[in-house]
């Protein structure tokens, strides 16, 4: 019996495609890719966010949860492969992308090289990413912190007091 294993893949996109237009049609496009690669059961809304770095457009982004067969470092190769499908070329970091996808969290904790980092480690300080996330699974645990997702984008948007 094949082991079905769940991710949170966080979907962004700040560039027009040929074929799917604007950024939040390229996320919902992505969206239906990456049911490719297993069954996809819940999906935010999609939001915009301002881009990190100095890339100009602001990003769509969206997170969608993902029920797959697949291990860790082989969805994370699929993932990319949608990538390159969508028109993705290396780049600079934090550069315009037609498409991003990324693993955040896995039903089976923390994973580490050779495969890929989840939780991945940024996702902690980002609302982009948190907020998405939150809508469609606010109580998935955070396996190194033990906080849900709930309270990391608590924790990201409380208003932090004046230091002296």
Partial sequence: ???????????????????????????????????????????????????????????????AILASPLEPADLLAGLKAIERDFGRRPGRRWGPRVLDLDIILWSGGVSRPPGPNIPHPEYRNRHFVLEPLAEIAPDWRDPVTGLTVRHLLARLTAPRPARR
């Fill in 1 to 63: 019996m094949t082991k079905i294993t769940s991710y949170a893949v966080a979907l962004g996109s700040n560039r027009l495609h040929g074929a799917h237009g604007r950024p939040d049609q390229v996320v919902r496009a992505a969206i239906g890719a990456i049911g490719g690669l297993g069954t996809v059961s819940r999906v935010s809304r999609t939001m915009d966010y301002p881009a990190l770095g100095l890339v100009g457009r602001d990003y769509a982004n969206a997170a």
